[in-house]
């Protein structure tokens, strides 16, 4: 009989932690960001969270069969250290939560929330598989910036170019996050995007979308005049330059592909900081 601490580890791990871990803290710093009061703040992190946690919990219950099928030693499911049903119940479960913490937010944070957790699961639910699995990535991460934004009382929505920088950021996520699971996906049907331009292709596209995306955090603040640019942003650039530099070079050289996704998720959560540390305004 399994132990419940051993079930919560699997259920843990089957939720995708690194990633539910990056965008839950993304959501933290924009949120200090866009100036939300502690306890807005406080309610949104835990609703990106759970619902962080409800993506992560229904993907692999959604892939457990092609997980077996390649026996994934990484997924508690395909090992056995947890049940398809558990996983089922704990990602309804934080579905749910998710939805009910952004509701004191406001009907329209509500709204965006639960429309970035719809184009979520409809990754899981079949996307992932098609040549447009990068949509989801580019919707749920454009309106990403919105939930802090929104969460504020002034309940405004994000700039433009925040919702353009939220997309950018998402397809690189998206194309790297693909890289280590090329040859599994292969043997079980799943041609996303990636998968058909293949890892150097898909590791160049990353690369590109993340300048774009870093251009975007700098410049959007500013209305795009350049002479405004503030110091830091310009360093943090340069470094999202040399970070999208490592992950073609790290492509072109063969090797594996968890790296180049760390390297996306690090750049992302500098972005924010760099747009907190210099004061960038989210929502003009
Ligand atoms: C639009 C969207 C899904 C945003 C969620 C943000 C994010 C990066 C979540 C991580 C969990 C996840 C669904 C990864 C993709 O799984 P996979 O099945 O491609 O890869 P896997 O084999 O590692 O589970």
Same mark, same amino acid.
């Given at each position: 009989m399994r132990t419940i601490s051993a079930s919560t580890a699997g259920l843990w791990k089957s939720a995708h932690p690194g990633p539910t871990l990056v965008v839950t803290a993304l959501s933290g710093v924009l949120a200090v960001g866009a100036g939300v009061d502690l306890w807005r703040g406080l309610l949104l992190v835990a609703a990106v969270f759970f619902g962080q946690l409800s993506v992560g919990l229904s993907n692999d219950a959604i892939d457990a069969? #092609? %997980? #077996? !099928?390649?026996? #994934? =030693? %990484? =997924?508690?499911? !395909? #090992?056995?250290d947890i049940s398809v049903s558990a996983a089922w119940v704990g990602a309804g479960g934080s579905l749910l939560l998710a939805l009910l913490l952004s509701a004191p937010l406001g009907w329209v944070l509500l709204i965006a929330h639960a429309a970035a957790l719809v184009s979520a699961w409809s990754y899981n639910l079949g996307l992932k598989a098609t040549v447009v699995s990068v949509v989801p990535y580019m919707v749920t991460f454009g309106l990403f910036p919105s939930l802090s934004t929104l969460a504020h009382d002034s309940g405004q929505w994000a700039s433009g170019w925040a919702w353009v920088a939220g997309a950018a950021l998402g397809v690189a996520l998206h194309m790297t996050n693909v890289l280590p699971d090329l040859d599994d996906d292969a043997q079980t049907g799943i041609r996303g995007l990636p998968h058909r331009l293949g890892g150097t292709a898909a590791a160049a596209v990353a690369s590109v979308t993340l300048v774009f995306g870093a251009a975007a955090v700098a410049a959007g603040p500013v209305q795009w005049q350049i002479s405004d640019i503030p110091a830091i942003s310009w360093l943090l650039c340069g470094v999202v330059v040399l970070l999208a530099s490592v992950t073609v070079l790290l492509s072109l050289t063969g090797r594996p592909g968890r790296v180049q996704f760390q390297v996306v998720m690090l750049a992302a959560l500098m972005l924010a900081v760099q747009l907190v540390i210099s004061g960038g305004s989210l929502v003009h």
């Open positions: 069969e #092609r %997980d #077996r !099928a390649v026996q #994934r =030693k %990484d =997924k508690p499911i !395909a #090992r056995g």
